[in-house]
């Protein structure tokens, strides 16, 4: 849902969703991921730390590393 939310660009809903699948799943990296991309844009900072989320939740993961090396870039 907060993926479909995203692609419409409703943002703040599509957070809430992130959030609350976050909070289920705490494992997964996807939703601190995914709540990165979001928040590239809008707040940098936000973004960064969600990409850190990820990265502890799933240090094996490759794309997590990358989207933060890339805003530490811009």
Do not use: I, N
């Not at 849902?1 to 409703?10: I, R, S, T, V």
Request: hydrophobic share 40%.
């Amino acid at each position: 849902l907060g993926m479909y939310f995203a692609a419409h660009e409703l943002t703040a809903e599509a957070l809430a969703c992130y959030q609350q699948a976050s909070s289920l799943d705490g494992k997964s990296a996807r939703w601190p991921y995914l709540r990165g991309v979001l928040m590239e844009t809008t707040d940098p900072a936000e973004s960064a730390q969600s990409y850190q989320q990820a990265m502890e939740r799933a240090p094996q993961e490759l794309f997590p590393r990358l989207r933060a090396a890339e805003l530490q870039l811009t």
